[in-house]
Structures are given as C-alpha cells and as structure tokens.
C-alpha cells in the first residue's frame, strides 16, 4: 500500500479548510482531552488534520495557543504505541496538528486502537486489530495454522510427489522421512502426534485447499474485442497453486495465436503472440503476492484480442511504489514464494518485473503496465498490433518473410525505401518483395509513384 502524503500547507490554507467540516481527513477539538485517539485513527488510515481550538460547528472557542501547549502535543504523540510524527501550525485561534500517515501500522494509544472512519473515529476489535495486522502483513495469514486439515486425509500425495520430483528433493525426503520433510519445508509443525498445517501448507499440498479457503481461485476469461462486451470462454480453476498455475497456462496457451518460423527444409518452429516466460511470470507473480485472508476475491486473468491482464487482490506492502518496484522485493507470502522458487518459478526476490520487460522487449512488444490500488496489483502485456494469417506465412519468400515476423517493430505506413533499408537492398528489389506481399493479402498498397505507401493488414 501506498502512503498518503498530505501537503504542506501554510496557516492561510488549513485556515481555508475549516469550513469544510470535520471528515475522513480532519477533526475539531476543544482541548487536548483524547486527542491521542484521533491521532492513532489517523495515523492507521490516511493521516489528517486535527484543529485544536475549533468546536463541532466549526468556530473558534477561546483556546490560547502557547508553547506549552504545543509541547504537550508533541509529548502526546511520543507516547503513542508506536510514536506518531506530526507538525503543529499556529494558526493564532487555534492550532492545526497535521498527522502523517503512519509507517508503523498498527498504532494504539492507551485507551486501544482507533481507525479514522468517516468523521469518526472507530475503536478496533481482537478480530479487527487482527484483520488490520494481517492487511499490514505485520501477522504472515500464509503462517497461520490450520487446526481443521487433517492430515493425510485432506493431503494430496499427487501434489506433493510433483513437487518432490520438480524440486528434486527425492534425496532430502529420504533422509528426513515425510512429516519431518515437511516440518523442514515450513508448511506444517508437529504438535501432540498431530501434524498441524498453515495456510501456505493447504494451499501448496491440500487436495481441495478451497474447503478451508473458499477465495483461494483463479478465474479466467477469453473476451472477443477489445471489452468485456463479449465473453468467449470463461473459467475458474481451483485445486493446489501449482494445479491452478498448470491449468491456467495451459488455457492461455490454447487460445494464444502462433506463427510460424521455416526453420530448415521441411521445419518450422511456433512462435506464439506473447513470450511465454512473461505469462508464467506475470502469473505466478499474481499467485504469489496475492492476499489470500481477503475474502470475496480471486485471482483475475483477462484476455482480449489486445492484451492479456493479470490481477491479484492485495496492493503493494508498505511504501512501495510501481516505480520502485524493478530492483525490489517486499513479499507478502514469502513461504509461498519460496515453495514456487524451489520448482523453478519466480526465481529470486525482486528479478520479476525487469525480467517481464526485458522479455516483452526480445518480443518487440510494449512493455508490460503495472497498475496498483490500496487492494489490488495488476499487469497488463499488451500483444501485438495484428495477427499475421499462419497459413500464408509459412511459403513466403525468407526476406519478405523475415519483414512480416518483425511487423511490430515498423510504424506503418511505410515506404519501399523503409524495406530496402532494412535489408540493404535496392528500392526496384524492394516493391518486388512488397507487391508479394500485397498479392498475399499481407500488406495494402495506396498512392502511386513517389507518393505510394504500404500498410500492415
């Protein structure tokens, strides 16, 4: 999650404010009396502003603005659990206290935890100070056990002998035997004779990990066009992450375009729309930092004529930005992320997004789109411009060949001095190889003379 940043503003502009009324982002206070819970609310939401010396309605009550109070200000923030930043404005009849949004989630004061919700402010439960933990990923939900999978009956001995032989740990199994192997991969403990389960174990190992955690899906759908007007088809897989991973690849490989390459006499090689590594890792990448306590979602893969979208419920932890990201790595489900790296997927922290871009660019398409919300991540790989008609491809001559794989590198309209260029060629060589093209429907042709251009159909 992204934090907030307030603005600095001066005394003239947080006096302009007060007439908008206490809300999501500012409170009236008489005194200091439980300021303390509003600077908590504040700082475990957006931040925002209190006015010290302002009643309800909005008018100054007489407060005196002095240095002593300021100071008992400053030592009221110092005492919150943990300390909270703020800046104090003199605004003459009152003092604004600006409360940043807090880095250090949760924050209590001595009376509890406090949430700013609308113009109020909200004191915590023991299961919502938990939700919030787990949110700000203070609590790891993918750690937490799972007291009602029992084990072997609910355990999918597929699963785990896949994952065995993938990982090729055949020899550490051995040696450690099944329960200990397991205790060793992080996914359960031993307990009373019992082996107890965490989530991260149900979700890797269990044979229908859904009955314990409903949310834990991926959909998939194919839309024709460019909208989700038209649905062509449209599934939702469940089952073990790495079943889900399998069956999702396999969908977008079914309804990805290929072409075809001459390779030599009588070969040919597919070459598929979109690189396929940047789909297993966009995909795995959506597996891995999604929030699985949120209910109520799933992960999202969207597939139109022009695109394919990757989304995964949970934004970014911490202070993390889509522009900080290439380099860094802040795993909500470090566990997960290690399970998947043990079979080869996601490779190490923080390598993903500048391999999704170096893969796109191999592929002569847009880099890949990063969007991010408070609850959600997304990718979007852009596919592309047009599709190519296999057939047609595969008897025509190398050269004009070669120019048709490299169409997504080539504005259009183009001229026959753009073919020639690019192949070190003469211009009469060049509107030979061109009018193939044209003849094969591949290419259109307008203008005369000087003035004729060439544009991909």
């Not at 109020?120 to 750690?143: H, M, P, T, V």
């Not at 890792?281 to 695109?307: F, P, Q």
């Not at 990063?370 to 057939?391: A, I, K, N, W």
């Not at 070190?424 to 093209?437: E, F, G, V, W, Y």
Request: overall charge positive; hydrophobic content about 40%; glycine content about 8%.
């Amino acid at each position: 999650m992204c934090l907030v940043q307030l603005p600095n503003m001066d005394a003239p502009e947080l006096l302009k404010r007060i007439p908008e009324g206490e809300g999501l982002l500012q409170e009236f206070k008489r005194s200091v009396e439980k300021v303390d819970r509003t600077m908590v609310a504040f700082a475990n939401a957006r931040g925002g502003i209190i006015y010290l010396g302002v009643d309800d309605d909005g008018a100054f009550c007489g407060l005196r603005i002095t240095n002593r109070l300021k100071a008992e200000v400053q030592s009221i923030a110092r005492n919150t659990d943990p300390p909270i930043d703020i800046s104090c404005v003199d605004l003459g009849q009152a003092l604004a206290v600006i409360v940043k949004e807090g880095e250090q989630k949760p924050y209590k004061c001595a009376d509890g935890f406090y949430l700013r919700s609308g113009a109020a402010n909200q004191k915590l439960s023991r299961d919502e100070i938990l939700d919030l933990a787990i949110r700000l990923n203070r609590i790891r939900f993918e750690g937490m056990q799972v007291h009602d999978f029992r084990y072997p009956g609910a355990f999918s001995d597929e699963t785990f002998r896949a994952f065995v032989e993938t990982a090729r740990l055949e020899n550490a199994l051995r040696s450690l035997g099944k329960r200990q192997f397991l205790v060793s991969l992080g996914v359960a403990e031993q307990q009373a004779g019992r082996l107890i389960f965490n989530h991260a174990g149900v979700l890797f190992f269990g044979s229908v990990p859904q009955r314990h955690l409903l949310q834990a899906k991926t959909s998939y759908a194919r839309y024709r066009g460019t909208d989700k007007t038209t649905i062509v088809d449209r599934v939702i897989l469940s089952g073990p992450l790495m079943r889900q991973m399998d069956d999702a690849l396999a969908k977008l490989h079914a309804q990805i375009p290929v072409r075809y390459q001459l390779t030599g006499r009588d070969g040919r090689r597919d070459i598929p729309a979109y690189p396929t590594r940047a789909l297993e890792e966009a995909l795995v990448n959506a597996l891995i930092h999604r929030d699985y306590a949120e209910v109520g979602s799933e992960v999202m893969i969207d597939h139109y004529d022009d695109r394919i979208e990757f989304s995964n419920p949970g934004g970014l932890l911490g202070s993390l930005t889509v522009e900080a990201l290439k380099g860094k790595s802040r795993r909500r489900n470090p566990l997960v992320a290690e399970l998947f790296y043990r079979i080869g997927k996601g490779e190490k922290p923080g390598s993903g997004i500048g391999r999704m871009q170096l893969l796109m660019d191999e592929w002569k398409l847009p880099p890949p789109r990063f969007d991010v919300s408070s609850d959600s991540f997304s990718v979007t790989l852009l596919g592309p411009v047009g599709q190519v008609p296999e057939e047609r491809m595969l008897l025509l001559p190398e050269r004009p060949r070669t120019f048709m794989e490299a169409m997504n590198q080539i504005a259009t309209p183009f001229t026959a001095h753009t073919y020639a260029e690019r192949f070190t060629i003469n211009p009469r060589t060049a509107q030979k190889d061109l009018t193939i093209l044209v003849e094969k429907g591949l290419v259109s042709r307008e203008g005369r003379g000087k003035n004729t251009r060439y544009r991909f159909r």
